[in-house]
């Protein structure tokens, strides 16, 4: 009932710019913090930046992501600069505590969106 669509991955360069989304839709009553993750093949999903009023940055990302939230469209955006190699992942949006009309809540995820920095 509730679906994450992203959008904004693919290639760059190393020193290079993008600009992810992810829009949250459904019966959706509120979300209390929306963010991005992401994972690299053979490591573990990390936090990237989360946000719910406050926000959140891994230390290797502080000072070239920026997140941002459009609470009246449920999105959250992530600006990436600088990218870096290590920076290939496939990042994931997810969307906490999300309160919907059958007043239950729970957590979703998008589908994952690529992310290629080359050097």
């Known amino acids: 009932q509730v679906q994450l669509v992203e959008s904004g991955g693919g290639l760059v360069q190393a020193g290079g710019s993008l600009r992810l989304s992810c829009a949250a839709s459904?019966?959706?009553?509120?979300?209390?913090?929306m963010g991005w993750y992401r994972q690299a093949p053979g490591k573990q999903r990390e936090l990237v930046a989360t946000?719910?009023?406050?926000?959140d940055y891994a230390n290797s990302v502080k000072g070239r992501f920026t997140i941002s939230r459009d609470n009246a469209r449920n999105t959250v955006y992530l600006q990436m600069n600088n990218l870096q190699p290590e920076d290939t992942a496939v990042y994931y949006c997810?969307?906490?505590?999300?309160?919907?009309?059958?007043?239950?809540?729970?957590?979703?995820w998008g589908q994952g969106t690529q992310v290629t920095v080359s050097s």
């Open positions: 997810n969307a906490d505590r999300v309160y919907t009309l059958d007043l239950q809540v729970h957590d979703y």
């Open positions: 459904g019966s959706i009553l509120s979300i209390s913090t």
């Open positions: 946000t719910g009023g406050l926000t």
